[in-house]
């Protein structure tokens, strides 16, 4: 590392990238202040450096050649903004093999070979940071990493996708469909052209593994995590759980048992006393449960530009504020147990059901019959008004194993006088 100033190379002028640009260039005085050495931005890349043009770059090299960067041997820190896999990890990889730190906000690189990252980064001597890949601007990272390392952690549940939940906070508030929302939220700039990666579960799965790793020492591959995203979340079960006294949130939560951990993503209807049930929009939030510290909750802006920027700056401080240390921390737990996921099958928890059925003498009979054959045991039931000939039924259970649930499920599914089951939501964290 330089001694006299610590140079930065940013890949990828995007939204995040553009916000970091901002940071560095108008906050520099301060940043210096706190590194107590001057933080420089000396190159900055993409195809398209257009996004740039209204700010002030004044001694910054633009170009369009991320080798510019990576070849460049007074950069002590390359920042990777641009997202997606590749060309993101042989940029990442390339940037520790010559010897300089990596800050990224790229969730999905992380999640997918963040472990490798790490491998490299300690052969090399340099540290890999990614405090921006989870929460946005809230610093969830550095307190697993840091500030709550004295804990083993006993639980971590929360709101990590600002997409999906400002498009359930839209239909919880207006009583919308998912569809028209999700359009809107594409046409505001909210969701991104293929949403598949927030609305589909995959982005908060990315998380989860990275949060997982961390907060229980061991590494997660986000393949082996359960997830499920919001697009059967229609507009009446949204209503039926409001009258219920729920609000339905998709959550990431992860559970340490004593010799395995619960990792999964789903929606989740969650009381509306709940603190998660008041977090709205494209705001996060994560609930942390130390054996020590006992619950604490981080709440922030979960994206944008100048929240996810705020995150990635700050790692750049940490590197500059430590600039002599002579091995990287296994931030993503390289070194310590491994954990085997429990399956889905076996997690246990309440279940809202909601059936169409026959209007008929010994329909919920026969479905009763079948829960309790499977020990599913009913905590609550309401029969809507009927529509056709058919009415709709809405049970609650009690906690029970997913693996009985689903059981259950499969056999009311084949009953004659059920016309269609709509909906299965987990109840509770
Ligand atoms: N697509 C992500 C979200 C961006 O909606 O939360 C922040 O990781």
Request: proline share 3%; charged share 20%; hydrophobic share 45%.
């Amino acid at each position: 590392m330089s001694s006299k100033q610590i140079n930065i190379g940013l890949i990828g002028l995007g939204t995040i990238g553009v916000g970091v640009a901002k940071i560095l260039t108008q906050n520099k005085e301060n940043l210096a202040l706190r590194a107590d050495i001057p933080v420089v931005l000396k190159r900055a890349v993409d195809l398209d450096l257009s996004r740039v043009k209204s700010l002030d770059m004044t001694g910054v090299a633009l170009s369009t050649r991320a080798a510019d960067i990576l070849e460049d041997p007074e950069i002590d820190i390359v920042v990777e903004v641009i997202g997606g896999v590749n060309p993101a990890r042989s940029f990442i990889e390339t940037a520790l093999k010559s010897g300089k730190h990596v800050v990224t906000s790229n969730k999905e690189v992380i999640a997918k070979h963040g472990l490798e990252f790490v491998e490299i980064a300690m052969e090399h001597k340099v540290n890999i940071y990614f405090e921006a890949a989870v929460g946005g601007g809230i610093p969830i990272i550095h307190a697993l990493k840091n500030s709550l390392a004295a804990n083993n952690i006993e639980k971590i549940f929360g709101i990590v996708n600002g997409t999906t939940n400002y498009i359930l906070t839209k239909m919880t508030r207006e009583g919308a469909a998912f569809e028209a929302v999700l359009k809107e939220a594409q046409a505001l700039g909210y969701a991104e052209a293929n949403p598949s990666a927030d609305v589909d579960g995959y982005d908060v799965a990315y998380k989860l593994s990275i949060l997982g790793s961390l907060a229980f020492n061991s590494h997660f591959s986000y393949e082996d995590i359960f997830f499920e995203g919001i697009r059967n979340i229609n507009a009446t079960d949204i209503r039926v759980a409001s009258d219920l006294g729920y609000v339905i949130k998709l959550l990431a939560i992860g559970v340490a048992h004593g010799e395995d951990v619960e990792l999964r993503v789903h929606p989740a209807m969650i009381e509306k006393s709940h603190p998660l049930a008041n977090v709205n929009g494209s705001f996060n939030a994560i609930f942390v449960k130390g054996n020590y510290v006992n619950e604490t909750m981080f709440y922030g802006p979960g994206a944008g530009e100048l929240p996810t920027a705020s995150a990635v700056v700050g790692d750049i401080l940490d590197i500059a504020m430590s600039p002599d240390m002579d091995r990287a921390h296994p931030s993503i737990a390289t070194n310590l147990k491994d954990k085997p996921i429990r399956p889905i099958g076996e997690i246990v928890s309440e279940y809202y059901l909601r059936i169409e059925v026959a209007d008929e003498a010994g329909v919920l009979a026969s479905i009763a019959q079948i829960c309790g054959n499977h020990k599913v045991s009913i905590r609550a039931v309401q029969q809507k008004d009927p529509v056709s000939g058919n009415a709709e039924l809405v049970l609650i259970t009690h906690l029970v194993k997913e693996g009985s649930m689903q059981a259950a499920l499969a056999e009311i599914k084949a009953l004659p006088t059920v016309r269609a089951v709509h909906s299965l939501i987990r109840v509770g964290i």
